[in-house]
């Protein structure tokens, strides 16, 4: 409300009573609290014909949680749940959207049923790849070209133009966690790239796969039906992504990772923690319903509190309805 009055929406918004009602586990990693402030914020759109797009909804969503409440979040979950669909997000002005054709996705979304205070997190890393990205760039030995695609905060580098090879001679000089951080950002970035490859129908090489996922990971997205190569993609990498945010970003658990490979082992392309960490949710990407619902089960039998499978979205919308 605050945002909206600053943007000088003051005049056109009036008091309501309202009801909340959510099925999304609070601090579970899903973005509860993006949801609730795009559905809150499109509510007042819809009700005071404020003219507010997608984009708008997630702006002032974002603003109502990193500058009003002080939550150094990203972007990320409120542009999610305002546009819905599997997107691309730029997060760099102008943050632009990307809607991606690859919809046919089917989620087994589980929760561990494990609560960690995660607000410490998500500013701990950030400040540990700061602090390696200063040692870098007050060195004398790391040579200018680096330099000018790096920065001094973590939202500065151009990481798509950084290769590991380039860098890799000179994270010696950083202490142990910005060193991970760094190859951790570099990594998933490249993971990412190739993911994106495979949601925009684009062509992804045996050579890609191997560099990016390893020789194992290929062997296992060749074997199996032709029809569902580009799900094993994305399970590789959904696998392969979740290791990284275990070994370079320290942020799973071993709870977690058992949650994770007992959805492999029931059938699942891939399973990754969502969220800060720490705890919360594992997603796992499935070939339909009925292996969705073979997974939470066995995940239940791992110890997760419960979960619930899930398509793709369509993003925040208004449901009419005649019940209160």
């Known amino acids: 409300m605050n945002v909206l009055v600053k943007k000088g929406f003051g005049d056109k918004i009036r008091g309501m009573d309202l009801t909340v009602r959510s099925e999304i ?65 730029d997060c760099r002005p102008p943050y632009d959207v990307e809607p991606l054709p690859f919809r046919d996705l089917t989620f087994a979304i589980i929760d561990s049923g494990i609560r960690h205070s995660t607000g410490e997190i998500h500013p701990r890393r ?20 680096l330099k000018a695609k790096l920065g001094y905060r973590f939202d500065q580098p151009r990481w798509e133009d950084i290769g590991e090879e380039e860098i890799q001679d000179y994270l010696s000089i950083l202490s142990e966690p910005s060193r991970k951080r760094i190859l951790f950002t570099l990594r998933m970035h490249r993971l990412t790239m190739v993911a994106l490859r495979v949601l925009r129908f684009e062509g992804v090489t045996a050579e890609d796969l191997i560099s990016n996922l390893g020789e194992e990971s290929w062997r296992r997205v060749q074997k199996g039906p032709s029809e569902e190569f580009s799900y094993r993609i994305l399970g590789e990498i959904m696998n392969a992504q979740h290791a990284l945010l275990r070994d370079l970003y320290d942020v799973s658990l071993p709870e977690i990772d058992h949650i994770c490979d007992a959805a492999l082992n029931a059938g699942a392309y891939g399973a990754k923690l969502s969220g800060a ?17 073979r997974v939470i089960d066995a995940c239940l039998s791992e110890g997760a509190r419960g979960g619930w499978v899930s398509e793709v979205g369509e993003g925040v919308r208004i449901e009419k309805t005649t019940k209160i």
């Open 25 to 89: 586990p609070i601090g579970s990693g899903l973005a509860s609290s993006a949801a609730l402030e795009v559905a809150f914020t499109e509510l007042l759109n819809h009700a005071f014909n404020l003219g507010l797009s997608r984009k708008d909804v997630a702006e002032i969503s974002f603003a109502a949680e990193n500058v009003e409440v002080g939550i150094p979040c990203g972007r990320l979950d409120q542009y999610g749940s305002a546009f819905g669909g599997i997107i691309k997000l």
């Open 277 to 293: 960490g720490m705890g919360g949710s594992i997603i796992a990407l499935v070939k339909n319903r009925e292996v969705g619902e």
């Open 126 to 145: 950030q400040m540990e790849i700061n602090a390696g990205l200063e040692t870098l760039m007050k060195s004398n030995a790391v040579p200018r070209e």
